[in-house]
């Protein structure tokens, strides 16, 4: 297949879905092509022969994830409040302690410790500009030091470290040594605040898609589905004096401008013709991908909930998982209890064979909601890190040096190429938000070159 | 073309060289393909019409490096030592200050403290396990912390601090916050000293080889140079039930073991089949390559000596080079003067054109050496990091947690595949001595897994 367009955008995830949208409202020619043969990129909405699904990427929005909210109203799509009633469960030390309310169950020093810690984490992330982390007045020293050390300096009991480990590992993705404070920081900020991102109430995990994440994808897809070309994997962007021609195993497409809306792992396997600046080159090969698995059971219905649990566990490292939520359909139609495996408990466990992973995870999902756990109606696991359109998620990481080294490189347009994807975004870094902020503003700038 | 052999390498560095010859030795099958069009990888000797050459890639050869005076005597290969008399320059704080000995001209307190921090990093880098750095007793805290932190928090005046970090930055190619200190400290100890890694006498700068370093890589392969392929670029690596399947654009190589002797950063441009395991693949994502520009004037003798210099300059960061050296051919034939340019000084200063780097390059060797040094019969300069069959020097960096969270993965085979490259070996890792010892080991696995 060979073809012809103004703008090509590469990947249909939301960045790339939104980009499109925007030069679709503007009438602008376009195409969009993905490696997949499936919307959606890091969002993926796993539909069975029963009309049931599990949402196995992305899939919460929350409070100034403004973009989001217009997206699904524009296009009738409904959403629902995350279940969030009843009692936590804390697994520490080898010890289950239930609690209701915002208040684990520990001793009254760790409490106050974590609350410190957060809300140190919460005042300093203030102080990094979100167009410019690298200006912040003590840039330099945050981007030196990982966000492990910066904990272990802040928590003084071992079970207050053990608690904001698991929160904030989940929060990030990564075991905390992978990131630069300056990252960890510029990521609570770009989130509006730590405590947003650790909530359900009034925070990023507060409300679902009904039908699915990939249902909002689908539908803004929807009015310009036939410009999107499924199967098609780019391998080079070679810039003659035409404009710009992309390259796959099946397909070469001319095009003036392009948006590479994929993560940044992907889009340094692309092969450039000119090779790209050194800033952006040396930046790809710094950034990695957080790596998350989610181990979800599906029930014919939330049984939890009638234990008085809201299926939420938070478990200190001797345990596969960080952190469980209810992510059971709108109105509770049945039951979907969803565990977090994340960077080393998630190389750990993914080791295992699927009949072995099945065994430990609902050994566990029984150990904390009884006997039902144990006879899902379905099991399902997801790597995102063995995904190869994907490579890991949620996000790219900024380890030490890179935010201060290379000041943003990353969205930098080089030549008639626009860089999207949530790693691009200054806002809600890392979400779905971001990746549609990143996608529009990508638009954006092709228009703005256009004229 | 296609093909079919029982060992097939991938890379013609010192590795991949090292690799073929003890396979060659014990009578085995192989074939050897490589990208370039020439022997050597992170070695490179240019060459002019005229006779003169310059070392463009790792050039130096020292105590304990075994292998490679083994290699040089078997192979009738010559060395000879670094000039090494008369005065080294500091420039600190935009002041020229000449010296003779082993001590610079600072103040006392200054002295002391890098003294100090020398030493301190000396005895904690002896505390690492070569083959598992993360057992170190210290592994977890050493993993979240980069050197930067370490050396600020070692370096109590401003002074001590500049050169401590021209130094290390000249030993590891890359700024302090980019690498752990675990890996730093075994990188030391890999070397033996850290007292070693920084001196010409009795260190890894001691000897030259006589017609450039790439002159013994030729002689290295000369016995089995029909076995050599090369701008053969590697795609893919897919495994059947006979073996492996090696794929470029312009050939096709059957092999029943591969051994890979590519810098990890182009390992993961390759496609296998089936994918790497998880470890793998995160940890390659994780490597990215430390930059290295050299910056070469060469004359028709090297007039510093006359005048009482030695070529050495330590500059801090107000310039753009943190070391120079006296670069000359055997007997001071002609002269070279070699500047390293690394890191954020690489950055910046390679984002200027040719003209422009020649100009401050040689305004730079004149303030150091004098009016002689502004007419050269040559300027050559050379980034690695833009070269796109290393896309760095001198080695994969490990960041914060990649040691600790990724156990030294990089050396383990995966099936039939065997994994060289400096960056896989315990001693000397980064050095072309880790790149032989790294490929002899590779082919006794091959060895052994026929047996």
Redesign the interface.
């Known amino acids: 297949m060979s073809g012809i367009t103004d703008t090509l955008i590469i990947g249909a995830g939301f960045s790339g879905l939104a980009a499109a949208r925007s030069l679709h409202l503007r009438g602008k020619k376009f195409m969009l092509v993905e490696a997949r043969d499936r919307l959606g990129g890091r969002t993926y909405t796993k539909r069975f022969d029963d009309g049931r699904y599990v949402d196995l990427g992305g899939q919460w929005i929350g409070p100034t994830q403004d973009r989001m909210y217009a997206l699904a109203r524009e296009h009738n799509v409904e959403w629902y409040a995350t279940y969030n009633e009843g009692k936590n469960i804390l697994d520490l030390n080898r010890k289950l302690r239930p609690y209701t309310g915002l208040i684990p169950k520990m001793d009254v020093l760790s409490l106050v410790n974590i609350d410190l810690v957060l809300k140190r984490l919460e005042s300093l992330a203030r102080q990094v500009p979100l167009e410019s982390p690298w200006t912040a007045a003590n840039a330099?020293d945050w981007?030196?030091?990982?966000l492990?050390?910066f904990i272990?300096k802040h928590c003084h009991t071992r079970d207050c470290y053990k608690v904001v480990r698991a929160g904030l590992e989940t929060v990030y993705a990564?075991?905390?040594?992978?990131i630069?404070l300056l990252h960890a920081l510029f990521y609570i900020h770009s989130g509006t605040s730590l405590n947003s991102l650790l909530s359900i109430e009034n925070g990023a995990q507060q409300h679902r898609i009904k039908g699915g994440m990939q249902h909002l994808a689908e539908q803004i897809a929807a009015p310009f589905h036939e410009h999107i070309r499924y199967n098609h994997v780019v391998k080079s962007i070679v810039e003659d004096s035409d404009g710009l021609r992309v390259e796959g195993s099946n397909f070469s497409i001319n095009a003036r401008q392009v948006i590479l809306a994929v993560p940044p792992?992907l889009a340094r396997?692309i092969h450039f013709e000119p090779?790209l600046p050194?800033?952006k080159?040396?930046l790809l090969?710094?950034l990695?991908?957080g790596?998350v698995g989610k181990v979800v059971g599906l029930y014919d219905k939330p049984f939890w909930r009638e234990d008085g649990f809201n299926g939420q566990v938070v478990a200190d490292e001797n345990k596969p998982f960080q952190t469980l939520f209810d992510s059971s359909p709108a109105n509770g139609d049945y039951g979907t209890l969803l565990a977090f495996c994340i960077?080393?408990r998630a190389?750990e466990f993914?080791?295992h064979s699927e009949a072995e992973r099945q065994s430990m995870a609902l050994e566990h999902f029984t150990h904390y909601f009884g006997a039902k756990a144990a006879t899902p109606l379905k099991y399902i696991d997801y790597?995102w890190?063995?995904d190869?359109w994907s490579?890991?998620c949620y996000a790219g990481l900024y380890?030490?040096?890179?935010w201060?080294?290379f000041r943003g490189s990353l969205a930098k347009p080089v030549g008639r190429i626009h860089w999207a994807g949530t790693e691009t975004s200054d806002i809600w870094y890392g979400y779905i938000e971001g990746a549609v902020r990143a996608g529009e503003r990508a638009a954006q700038e092709v228009m703005h070159s256009e004229s």
Do not use: H, W, Y
């Open positions: 330099k981007d030196s030091l990982t492990e050390t272990r990564c075991e905390l040594n992978e630069s792992v396997d090779v050194l800033f080159t040396q090969d710094k990695s991908m790596i960077a080393d190389r993914f080791a790597c890190a063995t190869g490579r890991g380890p030490t040096g890179a201060t080294n």
